[in-house]
């Protein structure tokens, strides 16, 4: 038995009632045979907690639960009818009781006073779930594929949990950090780092370049550190495929750790994993891997809240915050050894309030380095503000409204889908636009139906609107799900519409066969929001290219309207940028510069330096930069 399990059960002074003793990854878990022990410690386990600090759970042994039965008929005669109960799930080895309802204030009680009388009646531990607004099949998917392997979760749960805490007594002297740059320094796309202590190693993102050519798409992995077998975790920033593309391929390959990141991060990376599998399938691709290895992939992901402090290795401890730049966007506080240093991945970030969220958090309670994105890091990148752009895409609506036409806005799926969505319900709502459809294609509705699982992500405005099914403004009228072939002709060859379709870069895609439709018309419209990759068609058509080549033989005509409106990036602008490292408390030593084209990285670098004198690197890929 580990260490640290000996020292918890030394704390219970008869700990025969204790039956079992395991880890969930960082945290402890004990199972009683004993009714009288489960509901009554007298705070033991809140004393131990208290002097091991670590988090320590008590849960009813297997075999003093309720049938399941019995026990889900009670729940539903206990929790009252306008808590819209929906399903009741077993976790049966780890005796949790999963009850799925439309408001989880009602079923919980007041006080958690339901849920005390659920504990005490049937000695299973109730936990409580939001029921998505939008059904969404992939959320279901998920849950399943989570629910099936109970088994399996439970041994790997402790499997890391050995990791972590193994020679949990030994003195630990961490005496340097280092960095690999596998990709994305001074370039944006196939984020992926390696960091390593002498006990452990760490990879943050793993992601691809869709829209670079074969050589450049992929993180460089065949390196000599890095070594898939001696991989400790894998810590996701967020579900954008520059980000995670490549997740499900380190599955493939082999690997079995944990992947820690948020609720909504571990879906969507999912879902989008799964749709660059169809995209590929479509175009009579190969891909690198399959659905077996995205399953693999939810299998093993560890999910987090927002400033949940969790170990994950002997001598590594993490935090997510809010990066403000998707749903359940995270920027990744390290602190490595024991107050040796600390360190912040900021993924993508965006330092001003959203529709949607609010913007990055700046307070640590300890720093030191910063590795940052520099998307829009150059001198110039500050488009217009938020509102400009709002006020501006109101207006492209209207006009092309008026002249019967279409407009097509090629979006992530992921982000400025459900930016744009609230933009226009808001703008509908106060009716500054008549009642237009806005078709939502495929993919980007399942990412919408997402969204509305977890309304906690968002900022307060959009949170409450959720909770009141009237007001949820993903529910509106307005908005029309496009599933089909059948249903895309429909919407190319009917009315004045707003078209929401991916790839953002329209690199592949529904939003390529949109647009081939309607370039021939100068009554459409196509809007870019998106961050447009140097190869991408969206590159092409912003500089101006009336003439594309979409193959061998087939040359489009650019006649619509093109956009570009920057404003509604998820990435801070320059300006907010450098708000952001000034509003860094406590500011940190050493700022280190990724995820931009490689004049941004060094432009902000320079202007960093000046400004704040602090010491700043823009690393090259492949490059090591050893931190301490
Ligand atoms: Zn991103």
């Known amino acids: 038995m580990p260490d ?31 009714k009288e022990f489960f509901l009554n410690n007298n705070g033991l386990i809140k004393s131990i907690v208290d ?4 988090r320590v759970e008590l849960r009813p042994d297997p075999s003093i639960t309720m049938d399941r039965e019995k026990a889900e008929e009670l729940i539903r005669k206990l929790i009252p009818k306008d808590a819209g109960l929906d399903q009741v799930l077993f976790d049966v080895q780890r005796s949790i009781v999963v009850i799925e ?43 399943a594929v989570l629910y099936e392997n109970n088994d399996y979760r439970k041994k790997f749960l402790h499997k890391i949990g050995k990791r972590i805490y193994d020679g949990w007594t030994k ?60 991989l400790d975790a894998v810590v996701l920033s967020h579900a954008h495929l520059d980000h995670s593309g490549l997740l499900s391929y380190l599955f493939k390959m082999g690997y079995r750790g944990p992947v820690y990141c948020t609720l909504p991060t571990r879906d969507i990376t999912a879902l989008l994993a799964l749709d660059f599998i169809s995209i590929a399938q479509k175009d009579a691709r190969d891909t690198i891997f399959s659905s077996t290895d995205v399953k693999e992939m939810v299998k093993h992901t560890v999910v987090l809240e927002y400033e949940e402090v969790t170990d994950i290795t002997p001598d590594i401890r993490i935090t997510l915050y809010n990066a403000g730049h998707v749903l359940g966007s995270a920027m990744v506080h390290i602190h490595i050894g024991n107050g040796l240093h600390n360190l912040l991945y900021s993924g993508d970030v965006n330092y001003e309030n959203s529709n949607l969220l609010h913007k990055a958090v700046t307070k640590f309670p300890r720093l030191e380095t910063v590795i940052m994105e520099a998307t829009y890091g150059g001198k110039d990148d500050n488009p217009a503000t938020r509102q400009e752009c709002e006020d501006e895409l109101i207006r492209i609506f209207k006009e092309t409204y008026e002249k019967r036409g279409k407009v097509l806005i090629p979006v992530l799926g992921v982000g ?15 009716k500054l636009l008549p009642e237009i459809p806005v078709y939502v294609q495929g993919m980007v509705w399942d990412v919408t139906a997402i969204h509305t699982a977890y309304p906690d992500f968002f900022n307060i405005n959009v949170r409450r609107a959720i909770f009141h099914k009237d007001q949820n403004p993903f529910l509106s009228k307005i908005f029309k799900h496009i599933a089909s072939q059948k249903e895309m002709q429909e919407v190319i060859e009917g009315g004045p519409c707003i078209i929401l379709a991916t790839s953002g870069m329209m690199t592949g895609g529904a939003s390529v066969e949109y647009f081939k439709a309607l370039a021939d018309s100068d009554r459409n419209a196509v ?54 490292v000034n509003m860094l408390d406590p500011k940190p030593k050493k700022i280190i ?25 823009a690393p090259r890929t492949l490059d090591t930069v050893r931190i301490r």
């Not at 002097?51 to 670590?54: F, H, V």
């Not at 961490?174 to 740059?181: A, N």
């Not at 459900?418 to 106060?430: C, Y």
């Open 4 to 34: 640290i399990l000996k020292e918890v059960l030394k704390f219970i002074p008869d700990n025969t009632v204790i039956s079992d003793s395991v880890f969930e990854g960082a945290n402890i878990v004990l199972y009683t045979k004993s």
């Open 171 to 230: 003195e630990r002297r961490s005496e340097w950090i280092r960095v690999t740059f596998l990709g994305a320094a001074r370039h944006v796309g196939r984020s992926c780092i390696l960091l390593q202590t002498p006990e452990s190693k760490v990879l943050l993102d793993c992601g691809v370049d869709i829209a670079a050519n074969d050589e450049d798409q992929f993180p460089i992995l065949d390196v000599p550190e890095f070594n898939l077998s001696q």
């Open 51 to 54: 002097s091991i600090k670590k």
């Open 593 to 617: 510069l990724v995820h931009g084209e490689s004049s941004k990285c060094l432009d902000l670098a320079s202007s960093i330096h000046k400004q704040f004198r602090i010491e700043t690197i």
């Open 101 to 143: 309802a439309d408001k989880p204030g009602v079923a919980i009680g007041k006080n958690g006073e339901l849920l005390r009388q659920i504990k005490e009646k049937t000695l299973w531990v109730p936990e409580v779930r939001r029921t998505p607004s939008i059904k969404s099949k992939l959320i279901e998917n998920i849950r």
């Open 416 to 430: 400025r889908a459900q930016e744009i969505m609230l933009i226009v319900e808001k703008a509908f709502r106060n």
């Open 527 to 580: 809007v870019l929001v998106s961050y447009q990759g140097p190869t991408s068609l969206g590159r092409r058509l912003e500089n101006g290219d009336k003439e594309i080549r979409m193959s061998e033989n087939e040359i489009i005509k650019v006649k619509l309207n093109v956009y570009t409106l920057k404003g509604f990036s998820g990435h801070s602008s320059r300006d907010q940028l450098m708000d952001f």
